[in-house]
């Protein structure tokens, strides 16, 4: 190849917008199954019932509020998820195409703002989603700690299409936790990982602990 080709060919390549997905934990460990739709939420809800009417965010006129915003830890809150849920801040806008979701409405039954307490009582961090197919979207939640599971959820179901205008299906969850914590096992003794993947959950758990109050199992052998 000619040495005056090169430079040409390189400013192609840096051009060419590529998306790719990880479908390996290591080259020699191909993950099975099939990715999960745009809008999915992790962990999986209790009860989720998500429609085929697409609607969109506009960036510009979005509202989160909440009745119990004299708690800090809710103003602090919707302030916070309001810039992950319009997360492209520099390109995202509303199809206009597509009927507008105008914002979220949080209300939360109990507003104690102090910190939460180990119970078996797991109704104390229920919280329910309803997004219509028009209209406003409402979070309800026993507490001002479940309103905050009820946003990152809510978080999760924003997705963008290719010309990166926000969407949201009309969807309807209600989710607990079955126990009176939430907690994860990693069973690295019948199910083999690679030690990089371990770290990474562990990293992982160090940022979503912040969000859910989690539990860490390791069994080992």
């Known amino acids: 190849m000619s040495k005056q080709l090169l430079p040409a060919l390189l400013l192609l390549i840096s051009l060419h917008s590529v998306q790719s997905y990880i479908t390996y934990i290591e080259k020699r460990f191909p993950l099975e199954g099939e990715r999960s739709p745009p809008g999915s939420p992790w962990p999986l809800p209790r009860e989720w019932k998500k429609s085929l009417t697409v609607l969109t965010l ?37 199809s206009p195409n597509r009927p507008v979701m105008p914002g979220i409405q949080v209300n939360v039954d109990n507003k104690d703002c102090g910190y939460p307490k180990l119970t078996k009582n797991t109704d104390q961090e229920s919280y329910n989603i309803e997004i219509p197919e028009s209209g406003g979207a409402k979070i309800t939640a026993k507490t001002v700690w479940s309103a905050l599971w ?28 079955r126990y009176g914590y939430r907690g994860i096992l990693l069973d690295s003794a019948r199910h083999f990982q690679p030690m990089k993947v371990l770290k990474q959950n562990l990293v992982s758990l160090s940022l979503f602990m912040s969000l859910k109050r989690e539990t860490f199992l390791n069994r080992v052998v």
């Open 150 to 177: 009820g946003l990152e959820t809510f978080s999760q179901l924003v997705y963008q299409d290719s010309d990166r205008a926000y969407l949201i299906n009309a969807t309807s969850i209600s989710d607990s936790p």
């Open 58 to 94: 506009d960036p510009n006129n979005f509202y989160l509020s909440s009745n119990a915003e004299e708690c800090d830890v809710i103003r602090k809150a919707t302030n916070r998820y309001k810039s992950y849920i319009l997360i492209d801040s520099k390109y995202g806008k509303a």
